[in-house]
Every structure is written in C-alpha cells, then in structure tokens.
T-cell receptor, first 110, second 118 residues
Framework: GENVEQHPSTLSVQEGDSAVIKCTYS??????FPWYKQELGKGPQLIID?????GEKKDQRIAVTLNKTAKHFSLHITETQPEDSAVYFC?????????FGAGTQVVVTP | DTAVSQTPKYLVTQMGNDKSIKCEQN?????MYWYKQDSKKFLKIMFS???????INETVPNRFSPKSPDKAHLNLHINSLELGDSAVYFC?????????????????FGEGSWLTVV
C-alpha cells in the first residue's frame, strides 16, 4: 500500500520568513496530493492540492510542487504569519484511500 | 451552515460499553469516510462508503460497525469499547472516491469526535 513520509515533524519560523514541508510517497500510481491544515481542536482543512498532471500550483502565499519522478512533493508558505501556526498534513491518494503523512507542527513566532 | 457535522463532539465512557457517533453531510457528496486520529496526531482511514455501499474497510476490528442509511449519513457504532479506542474520530466526505480518475476529489472533514475510554 501507499506510504507517505513527512518532514520535518516540527518547524519554528520567524514571522515573515518562509516555511517548507516535504513529503515523499511510495506508490507511483498515486494521483492526487492534498495538503491539510489542522488547528487545535478542529478538523483538518484543505489548503491546497495538486493533481499528478501538474508540477506546481500556487494560491497567494501558499504553493505546492510535485516531482512525480522522484515521488516527492512540497508545501511552501511565504511571508508566514502567526495565524499560520498549526499542524500541516500532506497526503497521497489512490483509489479511495487518502494516506496521510505524520504531520508537521508549524510555530510562527512574532 | 456546517458541511460535515458529527455528534457528539466529546464522549467519555467506560470500557465494555457500546457507543455511536453520528455523521451527516449537506454537500450532496456520494462518498463518506471515517478517519481515526491517535494521540500522536496520526490520521488513518477506517472506512469509506460510496452511495451507501462499503468500499474500504481498512482492517478495522469487527467491534466497529459503520452504518449508512442514506448517502448523506454515515454513523459509526463501536461495541465493547477498549482503552485503545480512545482517539479523535473524524467523519469526512467527497464528491467521489478520492484518487480515482474523476474530478472532485477534495475530502471535507468534520470537526471531530473526541472519544475517551476509561
């Protein structure tokens, strides 16, 4: 089955700096790669996603890149703000199963 | 309006009891899921239903029995609760099965149900 690894497990950044989270997946048939943000006491919320036929996608301060050959994808957050502090999950999807990475606790300090 | 709503939000119960968590989505989606998040925040799929039919059962013990009376509802019943069942359970939905060739793969999660077994 699919296995998703996510690094780092924790990430502390100064407000205004960039944050990068990296994930790798094992099953080359995976074709959908969403990123979720989970705030304390809440459910995961989709922040951006990318499909296998696209190499990069951007939405304001958030961007995701996908390298299908190397089977890795990354989340980039620019100009970080305190409200970006949360746990971020990457995931890879194949035939109904969304396999999550272990999560990255992002802390943005003012 | 809440897209995916689940009740109760908090549940504390004793070992051996039977409990249910209810889930409803008002997004018109065909597919619903249950995910379990353990104390280390790891999220793992338990079940998925597509149009009331079980599609995925991810080697979950028989004590867990999902029921889908219609495609807008997917309830989770747990028999003979054990200490290890303590976790946050998330209901979710999507237009179709995620990861298939169809579009609309986005999965929307509910706010979670915190289950504590004592």
């Amino acid at each position: 089955g699919e296995n998703v690894e996510q690094h780092p497990s924790t990430l502390s950044v100064q407000e205004g700096d960039s944050a990068v989270i990296k994930c790798t997946y094992s099953d080359s048939a995976s074709n959908y790669f969403p990123w979720y943000k989970q705030e304390l006491g809440k459910g995961p919320q989709l922040i951006i996603d990318i499909r296998s036929n696209v190499g990069e996608k951007k939405d304001q301060r958030i961007a995701v890149t996908l390298n299908k050959t190397a089977k890795h994808f990354s989340l980039h957050i620019t100009e970080t703000q305190p409200e970006d502090s949360a746990v971020y999950f990457c995931a890879a999807s194949i035939w109904g199963k969304l396999q999550f990475g272990a999560g990255t606790q992002v802390v943005v300090t003012p | 309006d809440t897209a995916v709503s689940q009740t109760p939000k908090y549940l504390v119960t004793q070992m051996g009891n039977d409990k249910s968590i209810k889930c409803e989505q008002n997004l018109g989606h065909d597919t619903m899921y249950w995910y379990k998040q353990d104390s280390k925040k790891f999220l793992k799929i338990m079940f998925s239903y597509n149009n009331k039919e079980l599609i995925i059962n991810e080697t979950v013990p028989n004590r867990f029995s999902p029921k889908s009376p219609d495609k807008a509802h997917l309830n989770l019943h747990i028999n003979s609760l054990e200490l290890g069942d303590s976790a946050v359970y998330f209901c979710a939905s999507s237009t179709t099965l995620t990861g298939t060739a169809f579009s609309g793969n986005t999965i929307y999660f509910g706010e979670g149900s915190w289950l504590t077994v004592v």
